[in-house]
C-alpha cells in the first residue's frame, strides 16, 4: 500500500487548448508548449526524463522509448478556469456553473458597502493587473491612505495596500470583511491581500505577505477522505487557502517555488502518511500573468533542477505526482488565465513506468488515484487509474 502520496501542482502549466476554449478566447493557448518555441536555450532533462516530452510537442525536450513515469493529460470538466476551480476539480468536486466574476469591476452597491464598513474609500475597482495597477495607484494609495480594489478575469476581489500605509493586520481585517460580504448572489471564489512595499512609481514591489480568503468547498473532497482515516495532509504553499482549511492537519505557506520545494522536502523526511498537497505559483503569479516567459521558462528550469531532490526524497512506497490547475500562456494577448489541458506524470519507486495515461476526462481522476492508492474507501466523482500503474 501506498503510504504518502506526493501531488505538486505546477499553477498555471498548462499543455495545449481544451476542446472548449474557444468560448473563453483562449484558442492557441499552449502554456509550455508555445514558452518552448520563443525561449532560447530551454530545457527541462529531468521532467523529460519522467516523459513530460511525451505528452506534447515540446522544443528541446525529447519524447522518450522508456520514460521513468507515467504520463498523460487531463481536461477539466468544470466551468471556469480558475485557481480554486482547478484544485477543487483535482480534489473530486465539478463546478457545472462558474464563480461569479466582475469584468466591468464591483457595482456601486458592494463598493459603498465596503468603504462604509472599512471606514474610508478605495481606489479603483476595475479590472487589472495586480502589479500595473500598484504602480499607477500607488502614489495616490500613499498620499490618502485608500486601499486598491480590483478585480482580473478570475473570481477575486483584491485589495492592494502599501505595509507602511496600512498595516498587515488591518489589511487583514478588511479582507475578512470583503469576505464576509461577499457570498450568496455576489459570492467571488477569493478575496485576495496583495501588500505591498516601495515609494515611488516604478518602485513599488509585491511582498510575499499575501493572504487569500475563500470560501469552504461545496462539497466532501479528497482531502476529507484522507483526513477522517486517520492519515496526514500536509498542505504546502497556498493550498489551505485554496480549501479554507476543510480537511488540512499540516500547513505550511511558502514566499516562493523553492520555499515550497524545501516545505515538500521537509514534510517528506517526516514519517507522517497521507498526502503533501503543493502548490508551486510563481509560474503563474510572477510570470504568467506578467506575459514573460523568459521568467516562466527560467522558473520551470529551476524546479526541474530540484526534481532530483524529490524523487530521491520518496520512500519505496511514495508516489509523486506532477500536475496543473489551468494554463496561464505568457506568449499570448492576454494577461489572464488560459482554459488547457494540464499534464500528468505519476511515478514511484515501486510503480510500473511508461504507462500512457491518455486524456483524462476529469482532474477528479487525480483526487480517485490518491484516494485508491491510499486504500481510503470514497465515493469521489473521477476514474482511478491505479490499476494501471500498480504492480
Not at 480554486?84 to 468536486?93: F, N
Not at 491612505?145 to 482580473?152: A, D
Not at 504553499?237 to 516562493?256: M, Q, S, V
Not at 522558473?299 to 506532477?322: N, S, T
Request: hydrophobic share 35%; with cysteine.
Amino acid at each position: 500500500m501506498t503510504k504518502k502520496v506526493t501531488l505538486i501542482v505546477l499553477d498555471s502549466v498548462g499543455v495545449g487548448e481544451l476542446p472548449d476554449a474557444k468560448e473563453y478566447g483562449d484558442v492557441g493557448t499552449n502554456t509550455l508548449g508555445n514558452i518552448s518555441k520563443i525561449v532560447e536555450g530551454f530545457s527541462l532533462p529531468n521532467l523529460q526524463k519522467l516523459g513530460i516530452g511525451n505528452i506534447i510537442e515540446i522544443k528541446n525536450v525529447d519524447s522518450l522509448e522508456n520514460p521513468m513515469a507515467n504520463y498523460g493529460k487531463a481536461m477539466e470538466l468544470s466551468k471556469g478556469k480558475d485557481t480554486v476551480t482547478g484544485h477543487w476539480e483535482i480534489s473530486g468536486l465539478v463546478l457545472t456553473q462558474p464563480l461569479k466574476t466582475y469584468p466591468q469591476g464591483f457595482p456601486k452597491e458592494i463598493i459603498d458597502e465596503f468603504e462604509s464598513k472599512i471606514g474610508r474609500k478605495i481606489l479603483g475597482n476595475t479590472v487589472a493587473s495586480g502589479t500595473v495597477i500598484i504602480d499607477e495607484l500607488g502614489e495616490e494609495h500613499m498620499r490618502t491612505g485608500y486601499p486598491i480594489v480590483y478585480t482580473s478575469a478570475d473570481s477575486v476581489f483584491q485589495i492592494a495596500a502599501h505595509e507602511e500605509i496600512i498595516p498587515l493586520e488591518e489589511l487583514y481585517k478588511m479582507c475578512e470583511i470583503a469576505r464576509e460580504m461577499l457570498v450568496g448572489d455576489k459570492m467571488v471564489g477569493r478575496v485576495i491581500a496583495r501588500p505591498f512595499l516601495g515609494s515611488k512609481k516604478g518602485d513599488f514591489k509585491r511582498t510575499s505577505n499575501r493572504h487569500d480568503y475563500a470560501v469552504d468547498p461545496f462539497g466532501k473532497t479528497m482531502l476529507d477522505y484522507i483526513k477522517e482515516n486517520n492519515k496526514s495532509v500536509m498542505a504546502v504553499g497556498k493550498i489551505e487557502d485554496i480549501f479554507n482549511k476543510k480537511g488540512i492537519t499540516d500547513a505550511i505557506h511558502t514566499k516562493d517555488n523553492m520555499d515550497g520545494v524545501d516545505k515538500t522536502l521537509e514534510y517528506l523526511k517526516t514519517d507522517k502518511e497521507g498526502l503533501i498537497f503543493t502548490n508551486l505559483v510563481d509560474f503563474d503569479m510572477k510570470y504568467g500573468h506578467r506575459s514573460d516567459p523568459k521568467g516562466y521558462a527560467d522558473a520551470l528550469m529551476e524546479f526541474d533542477k530540484r526534481l532530483p531532490e524529490i524523487m530521491e526524497a520518496l520512500g519505496e512506497d511514495d508516489v509523486l505526482i506532477l500536475t496543473a490547475d489551468h494554463g496561464c500562456d505568457p506568449t499570448d494577448e492576454s494577461t489572464d488565465h488560459s482554459r488547457e489541458y494540464t499534464p500528468l506524470l505519476v511515478y514511484g519507486k515501486n510503480l510500473k513506468n511508461n504507462i500512457n495515461l491518455q486524456i483524462r476526462n476529469s482532474f477528479c481522476d487525480i483526487g480517485k488515484t490518491i484516494l485508491d492508492l491510499l486504500d481510503i474507501e470514497n465515493s469521489l466523482n473521477g476514474e482511478s487509474f491505479k490499476n494501471q500503474i500498480i504492480k
